[in-house]
């Protein structure tokens, strides 16, 4: 671990990062990169650069990538990977983590979500306010898990899925990889192909649009 951390992306999802990171306490400066030059500062941190200057601070800096869209996130983390950056675990101090929980690099966890025991979380994850993860659990790589979101034991989630604000997935189910889960859907039943799913039960939507948050 470094004493300075870099966030990647300062709008809403990096701010809320960069507040969990402070809260910490582990770094002695915070700073963000964004692409958008006409951006100087967010929550009252300075941007030093673009997402491309992260490289120049592979050395001096822990690197976080804010980037809520999952496909993003995925391509920033694994070149960083590559090239050998320290990628720091985010967890807001008001998250109660449970017993043989696995948390993987990149991934934030934000305040009031409860993760209980033997629950795997991959790398680069968003665990977004307020939600649980029962036991069990086994959330694959860059899945974002939207803010007041409940999953009973024993749930898989493939990699890069979105699960929408309040979605409820019930014990046992298995979500396939690449899908979207409107808000407030709730999946009683595996979904084995990846698309986009609301209601109650989750139905997949016929006309989907393309969406990667
Ligand atoms: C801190 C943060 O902000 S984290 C981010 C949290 N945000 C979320 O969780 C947002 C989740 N997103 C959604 O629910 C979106 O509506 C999506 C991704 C499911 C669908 O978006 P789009 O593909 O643009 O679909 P669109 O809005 O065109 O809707 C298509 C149809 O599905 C319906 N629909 C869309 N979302 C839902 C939903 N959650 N539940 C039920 N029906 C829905 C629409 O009413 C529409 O129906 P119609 O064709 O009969 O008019």
């Keep these: 671990m470094k004493n300075k951390l870099l966030i990647i992306g300062a709008s809403g999802h990096g701010k809320v990062v960069a507040d969990i990171a402070l809260k910490m306490n582990k770094w002695k400066c915070v700073a963000f990169l964004d692409d958008d030059e ?3 500062t967010s ?3 300075k941007v030093i650069g673009k997402t ?22 995925e391509k920033l983390q694994e070149k960083l990977e590559l090239e050998g950056a320290s990628l ?5 101090p008001n998250a109660v983590i449970g017993e043989e929980v696995k ?14 025991c033997s629950t795997a979380l991959g790398k680069g994850c ?3 306010t307020g939600a649980t993860i029962d036991h069990d659990n086994n959330i694959e790589d860059y899945v974002h898990i939207s803010p007041g979101v409940n999953t009973a034991g024993s749930v898989k989630i493939g990699r890069l899925t979105w699960i929408g604000i309040g979605s409820v997935v019930s014990n046992n189910v298995s979500i396939t990889q690449r899908s979207i889960l409107g808000a407030n ?9 990846p698309g986009t799913y609301v ?15």
């Design 88 to 92: 720091p675990i985010l967890i807001h």
């Design 103 to 116: 948390i993987k690099s990149g991934t934030v966890v934000m305040a009031g979500v409860v993760i209980n």
């Design 43 to 45: 929550l009252g941190i």
């Design 38 to 40: 006409s951006v100087k």
């Design 52 to 73: 491309e200057d992260a490289l120049k601070h592979l050395n001096d800096c822990d690197i976080f990538v804010g980037i809520g869209n999952n496909a993003i996130r």
């Design 199 to 213: 209601g109650v039960p989750a139905r997949r939507l016929t006309n989907e649009n393309t969406h990667s948050s």
């Design 185 to 193: 859907a709730t999946v009683v039943k595996n979904l084995t192909e």
């Design 126 to 128: 968003i665990i977004n």
